[in-house]
């Protein structure tokens, strides 16, 4: 029998960014890019219903709209930020909401800009993630990326993850779920500065503990490297498979180097100039 | 400002952007170069090339397991087809990665370097 695929996002909107709109253009361009269905994991369903195409959508499911103290500033290049609530705490149920049984998980601001994601499906690994990373900005130091503290474990990043449903990696989820209740705790344990509860570290914690808390093959690398741009640059244009970003200057606040990426997925951390680039878009159509 | 600084800063700012878009086409490169082959990824290289064409040209050419990207041993059944084929990623990949290194090349400006008009 063949195995259902599809991608899973989560849209939460939190009163400053919007991230039902950053799904529905990202749907669009998964079925571009990789033509797969597309569900979305929602708390403002009626909001997504009245402003925008559900069709792009495979399926919807919806989710309490909840309040949450966690929040972080969010960055629109160097000079600018808000201060927002982070709603990322749900990730771990999506081992039982997806309706898959192979889903690609992906934070709405992985702009796809080619179909590499899809050799996931014919790899054997059951559980992949980007550990290797490439900032854009080649100046920046990148070590908090490299290992979650200074004298702990790997990093791994939770913005696109494959899984299967196997029994293991219901195991893995339901870990994640109890690191997050449990965050004071792992956070101390595992040395992380913050007290802010960030996925990627939960997923790094957990793959850790599910290698026997030692380094080990529990989770493999998706193929290629985990391209990002931090909030502190800005998405200048999006035209089909390449973007041109405005990159921060080293040590000149407030300016900028241009740079363009071609078929290239990139982590763009901007959501707000990512959102900009979307109404553009938008008008447009 | 004086001239003199003037021009340098202009040219350190197009060298930044420059240096910037070789680095963004490397990696381009480098992830063209993975190739996927019976639920395993290679990254062709040459050291790839040269030793699966050494083991055709000994008569090693079905049911050869090589080890991929992440240490999977993979089974090939036809070496041969894996050979071309990885030649095909091999050349595909350089040969996108040469026009793109050309076009920086003769691009003087950060404007053009980026096509942004």
Redesign the interface.
């Known amino acids: 029998m063949n195995k259902t695929r599809g991608v899973v996002l989560f849209a939460r909107n939190n009163g400053r960014l919007d991230y039902v709109k950053q799904a529905v253009f990202l749907a669009k361009r998964i079925k571009e890019y990789l033509d797969l269905p597309t569900t979305v994991i929602t708390d403002s369903f009626n909001y997504l219903q009245s402003n925008f195409d559900v069709s792009v959508f495979d399926k919807i499911i919806q989710v309490e709209y909840m309040e949450t103290k966690n929040n972080r500033a969010f960055f629109d290049g160097s000079l600018s930020h808000k201060t927002a609530p982070f709603k990322n705490d749900m990730r771990d149920g999506v081992y039982n909401w997806s309706p898959y049984d192979e889903t690609l998980l992906m934070d709405t601001d992985y702009i796809i800009c080619n179909d590499l994601l899809l050799k996931c499906f014919d790899m054997q690994h059951d559980l992949m993630l980007f550990k290797e990373s490439y900032d854009l900005a080649d100046h920046r130091d990148h070590t908090e990326f490299e290992h979650i503290s200074d004298y702990t474990i790997d990093f791994y990043w939770a913005t696109v993850v494959f899984f299967r449903k196997t029994p293991e990696n219901e195991v893995f989820f339901d870990l994640i779920r109890h690191i997050k209740q449990e965050w004071n705790h792992y956070r101390r344990l595992y040395q992380v500065e913050s007290s802010l509860f960030r996925n990627d570290f939960a997923f790094s914690i957990a793959v850790h503990i599910m290698n026997g808390f030692a380094k080990g093959s529990f989770v493999a690398p998706l193929p290629g490297k985990h391209l990002y741009t931090t909030d502190r640059d800005v998405l200048q244009r999006l035209d089909k498979d390449s973007m041109i970003f405005l990159v921060e200057k080293k040590d000149h606040l407030g300016e900028y180097t241009m740079l363009k990426t071609e078929k290239q997925n990139v982590h763009v951390m901007n959501k707000f100039s990512l959102e900009r680039i979307i109404d553009a878009e938008m008008k447009n159509v | 400002m004086d001239e003199r600084l003037d021009k340098a800063l202009k040219f350190s700012?197009y060298m930044?952007?420059l240096?910037?878009?070789k680095?963004?086409i490397k990696?381009?490169f480098?992830?063209d170069l993975?190739y996927?082959n019976s639920?395993?990824?290679f990254t062709v290289t040459k050291e790839l090339i040269t030793f699966v064409g050494l083991l055709i040209d000994r008569g090693n050419d079905t049911d050869v397991v090589l080890t991929d990207?992440?240490d999977?041993p993979a089974k090939i059944g036809d070496l041969k087809s894996f050979y071309a084929d990885i030649l095909n990623t091999y050349f595909t990949a350089a040969n996108n990665y040469h026009t793109k290194y050309e076009d920086l090349r003769k691009n003087r400006s950060?404007e053009k370097?980026?096509?942004?008009e």
């Open positions: 700012n930044v952007t240096n910037n878009q680095r963004v990696e381009k480098f992830e993975l996927f639920g395993c990824q990207d992440n999977i950060v370097l980026v096509n942004y």
